[in-house]
């Protein structure tokens, strides 16, 4: 009995270590979108929706640019391109979508064009569990770099909840669980005067029912995300702002 209790016991800490090691460490996008951050020579980006601008331009057209970012294998976190395709449509805007693990790239990326370009644009960071965590580090890295972020949006991020007074404002949109790895937790701010932060408990919402790999592609939290950036934008594209 001791021998095959032991077996059992080995086994079941072998398929969780590897369960564990598949969805944190993994560098694997099942997606088949690429980085749209790193450079030509390296690898051709894909996975990037370019500002449309049509003969009479659209009332809609703001300044701005959105940079989604997926969680795990990137099988879960489609929102992501659902959000991206919906801001570029809707505002003519040059929007991004990439894996979590390129979070220096688009930092890279973003750091270099803010400091190439003579009229800064409000920047818009989003992301999706794994994707959310590197957002706030992504966040950070500009922030040491003395780039201002507009917003950040995170979904369920899981850790690195501690946003940096660069981001003038944050929608964390979570769902608390039992498992860690897979629990939404809620954002703090560095310093609470220069950053406004709404932590959104989806339970505390009626008629919603979604999961960790279901939250992002929910309609009324998708509304939500495209309302706060609607603001955003708004604010971002008034005179003086």
Avoid at 58 to 86: A, C, Q
Avoid at 198 to 206: A, Q, T, Y
Wanted: aromatic content about 8%.
């Amino acid at each position: 009995m001791n021998y095959f209790g032991n077996l059992q016991i080995r086994f079941f800490k072998s398929f969780l270590l590897l369960l564990i090691v598949s969805s944190l460490t993994a560098c694997v996008d099942l997606t088949g979108a690429r980085n749209t951050y790193i450079k030509k020579e390296e690898q051709p980006a894909i996975s990037h929706v370019p500002n449309k601008k049509s003969k009479t331009q659209n009332m809609s057209s703001k300044k701005g640019e959105v940079h989604t970012m997926l969680g795990g294998l990137g099988i879960f976190s489609k929102g992501m391109y659902t959000l991206r395709d919906k801001v570029s449509e809707k505002y003519h805007i040059t929007a991004h979508s990439t894996m979590w693990y390129n979070a220096g790239a688009v930092s890279r990326y973003i750091i270099d064009h803010y400091y190439k370009e003579k009229d800064h644009k409000p920047i818009i960071l989003v992301g999706h569990s794994l994707g959310a965590n590197e957002q706030i580090k992504v966040a950070r890295n500009l922030n040491a770099a003395g780039v201002p972020v507009a917003l950040l949006v995170t979904v369920d991020a899981v850790s690195q909840t501690i946003v940096p007074p660069n981001v003038k404002q944050a929608l964390n949109v979570y769902k608390p669980g039992f498992v860690p790895m897979f629990s939404g937790l809620k954002l703090r701010a560095v310093d609470p005067q220069l950053t406004k932060i709404d932590n959104v408990n989806v339970d505390s919402i009626k008629g919603i029912k979604v999961n960790h790999f279901t939250i992002d592609k929910d309609e009324i939290l998708q509304a939500m995300i495209m309302d706060k950036v609607d603001k955003v934008l708004v604010d971002g594209n008034k005179k003086g702002a």
